[in-house]
């Protein structure tokens, strides 16, 4: 990003930049397309005074962002897996129930772990909001689920989070029958209070298990070996036709293709592999908003001190740039793009 | 002087926004054909999975302009004003309020177009 300068005093006056490019009177890219630079040099005095009171708002709401971000929650799948055993079934565990209902999608991994754990049937909702037994080729979950057959319990509904209670608040007025409400997940501001949940969750917050579904996705830069795809061999490494055959022809980690656009792409990689590296994101229908590849005539650098010379690329472009988080794949350079930031960043197991 | 306005368009899904403002480009999830240059559209800023829109519980009211029309379903929009004073920001980043806070939804858009007004006088 090209930084230009100007003269305060002038700026009220007329536009100081020449071109397209970083203002630093504003704070921002005024880019060309779409035309804000082209507005700038149009505007009023007062126009661009205004403008620069909104980007002075703009400013501390990022800031207060990025301060909550750093304050909040990352949560791993296997956390969530510790948190519905260790904190949720105890509480739900001797209940008299005759099945869990978990809410579509993500409740089904709790409810589905309650199902297995406590060997109850496991319910959903069908399109018509009717009650339905997952029971595979079964007529009612084969004979383990022979004693819940009419049984007197209550169904137990469950979702991964509760945040605003909606889902659940919609849920009960689909549902016939008296049924006992949980969640692993519970925001205290909810205005649905669940019968049990495992434990409080504030926002803001990630949770791996949709990580690469969710809208924030749109919001983070992501390193490329060891996220998108295994990082290649150390062995391969050494063999520059048998690297550009990996890179061209590795398999993507398919729960790790982000179903919406995010905000880039930064990777040690070299550049003068852009063109492999872009026809296998096109290959793989991964939508990203720019991609940042290392310097190819920097390699001997890189080499000598990867770790060093890779967080410290990635940082640099992390903290010039408006993304709330990163996705590191490896755990030293997590930690170095972290302090070198001082923004968020997840290291995915 | 009361203005006629029409709506174009309700609740417009966005997919991406470009640009740092004042100006942003945006394409939306559906056509926008029917929008001409000068419609104003707004948008309805809630907390993030707090909770839909359902009529004053906004945290606040972004209005922005068309000032460039690309194609059927990308526009670009200029910043205007917020109602309560958060300042400029990018309209694919406002929330709906719906969705979940792991995954919350973007704010859809409402289209209206000012007719101006509907007498300029009345003659004896």
Known sequence: ?349 | MARNTVRIYTDVAVSSCSGSGPTYTVNYGSSVANVQIGDVVTVYKMEAGGGAFSGSNEESKYTYHVTGITDSDTLTLKYITDSNGDGDDSPCDLPSGTGSSGSPNKAPHIFDRNLGSAFLAFVH
């Open chain 1, 1 to 349: 990003m090209e930084k230009l300068s100007f003269n305060e005093e002038q700026i009220a006056k007329e536009c100081q930049c020449p071109r397209s490019g970083f203002c630093e009177f504003f704070g921002q890219e005024m880019t060309y397309d779409p035309p804000n630079w082209q507005w700038c040099q149009n505007a009023t005095p007062e126009e661009r005074l205004w403008y620069s009171e909104q980007c002075e708002k703009k400013r501390f709401r990022r800031e207060e962002e990025k301060r909550l971000f750093l304050a909040g929650e990352y949560v791993t799948t296997e956390q969530l897996i510790k948190d519905c055993r260790n904190l949720l079934l105890p509480q739900v565990a001797k209940l008299n129930l005759r099945g869990i209902l978990g809410v579509p999608r993500s409740g089904m991994l709790p409810a589905s772990m309650l199902a297995m754990w406590l060997n109850l049937p496991l319910y959903t909702l069908d399109a018509s909001d009717r009650l339905f037994v997952l029971s595979g080729a079964t007529e009612f979950g084969g004979v383990r689920m022979e004693d819940h057959k009419g049984t007197s319990g209550r169904l137990l509904v469950v979702d991964d989070t509760i945040y605003s209670g909606i889902a659940m608040r919609d849920m009960k007025t689909k549902i016939p029958e008296h049924a006992y409400f949980s969640c692993v997940y519970f925001r205290p501001e909810s205005d649905f209070k669940p019968d049990f949940y495992s434990r409080e969750l504030k926002p803001p917050h990630l949770l791996e298990w949709n990580l690469f579904n969710c809208t924030y996705i749109e919001h983070a830069l992501l390193d490329f070996d060891g996220i998108f795809c295994p990082n290649v061999p150390q062995e391969v490494c050494k063999n520059e036709a048998k690297y550009i055959e990996y890179i061209k022809s590795v398999e993507p980690f398919h729960h790790r293709i982000p179903k919406t656009k995010c905000r880039g792409i930064v990777t040690a990689r070299l550049e003068k592999y852009r063109d492999i590296t872009e026809e296998w994101l096109k290959k793989h229908n991964i939508n990203y908003g720019s991609l940042s590849m290392y310097p190819t005539e920097k390699r001997e650098k890189r080499d000598k001190n990867h770790v060093e010379e890779s967080s410290t690329f990635k940082a640099k472009i992390f903290s010039n740039s408006s993304a709330k988080f990163f996705i590191e794949s490896e755990l030293a350079e997590a930690v170095r793009i972290r302090e070198k930031s001082g923004k968020f960043v997840i290291c995915p197991k």
